[in-house]
């Protein structure tokens, strides 16, 4: 018995080797589900979605921003000491009066002509700004220019100024909007990365727009073949039913003397006819050879 057990342990084969159960087993229907919609033909909502043109304006637009937390915190603190609000606030309403204008030849001084107290207003200052980047103009020596601002007399209006230049760009159509919010600046780093990535994001819809186009017409190519195909099979089903007639007439008939051979029909003649004219007239335009699995990428040309 011994013998006989340590046999049989023998000729068994190792757990490895054995076929597991499976407990759950993934009906077939869910894989036919799974690869249907790679396989399915071709419809007009495919051919739909391929031709809309998306519009969302969404993406590119920035959200404005909020009030740096530095301002903020200072503000908090100032609201603790009501002295020291009033002083900030008259010193603030100073410099805004330096800044938009007011009367520059009473209130300018020496101590503040050499600081940046004082400036013409958002819109002067961006458009020489981006004079003075680019070399527009005659190079300025600010030493010179100090002591001349200093002996002469400024009798212009800040504030005139910034209208007159506001109108003419307007009137030239460089500027959209009369009232713009001067401190909604959209130059700091977060703006600048929401920018770069809009220009990425305008790229991309570009590509996708033209791989859609690319594909529309390969999808009305498919779907006139996918047309063309359900006739022929049509037509094909009724020479075969013809066919299938013949034979069972052919049967029944098997046991009588041989006699002259029988001729087709006319629904088989007519049914191979109209085959026949389909295939000449348009089959050409749907060769295989045109609507085989492409080898390369579509997008590569």
Request: net charge negative.
């Amino acid at each position: 018995k011994q013998n006989s057990s340590a046999s049989r342990r023998n000729r068994d084969p190792p757990e490895e080797y054995q076929r597991p159960k499976v407990v759950n087993q993934v009906p077939i229907h869910v894989f036919w589900n799974a690869l249907e919609p790679y396989f399915r033909p071709l419809t007009d909502a495919d051919l739909r979605l391929l031709e809309e043109q998306e519009d969302d304006v969404g993406p590119y637009l920035i959200p404005p921003l909020g009030r740096p937390y530095m301002q903020v915190w200072a503000e908090e603190d100032r609201a603790l000491i009501p002295d020291f609000e009033q002083a900030e606030s008259d010193r603030a309403k100073n410099a805004q009066q330096l800044r938009v204008g007011g009367q520059p030849e009473q209130m300018l001084s020496d101590e503040l002509l050499e600081t940046d107290a004082i400036s013409c207003g958002p819109l002067t200052e961006r458009i020489v700004s981006a004079l003075v980047r680019n070399g527009v103009g005659v190079p300025m020596d600010f030493g010179r220019d100090v002591d001349i601002l200093r002996a002469s007399k400024l009798n212009t209006d800040l504030v005139s100024v910034e209208e007159r230049l506001k109108r003419e760009l307007m009137h030239l159509g460089l500027l959209d909007e009369s009232n713009v919010d001067w401190r909604a600046a959209e130059d700091d780093e977060i703006c600048a990365e929401l920018r770069t990535l809009q220009r990425q994001l305008r790229e991309q819809e570009e590509t996708n727009s033209m791989r859609k186009r690319k594909l529309a017409v390969i999808a009305r190519d498919y779907i006139a073949s996918q047309e063309y195909n359900q006739i022929l099979e049509e037509l094909d089903r009724q020479v075969e039913q013809s066919f299938a007639r013949r034979h069972r007439v052919k049967k029944a008939k098997r046991k009588k003397l041989s006699g002259p051979k029988t001729a087709l029909s006319d629904n088989a003649v007519s049914a191979l006819d109209r085959r026949r004219r389909f295939i000449e007239g348009i089959g050409t335009l749907f060769s295989s050879e045109r609507f085989n699995i492409p080898t390369k990428s579509i997008f590569e040309d």
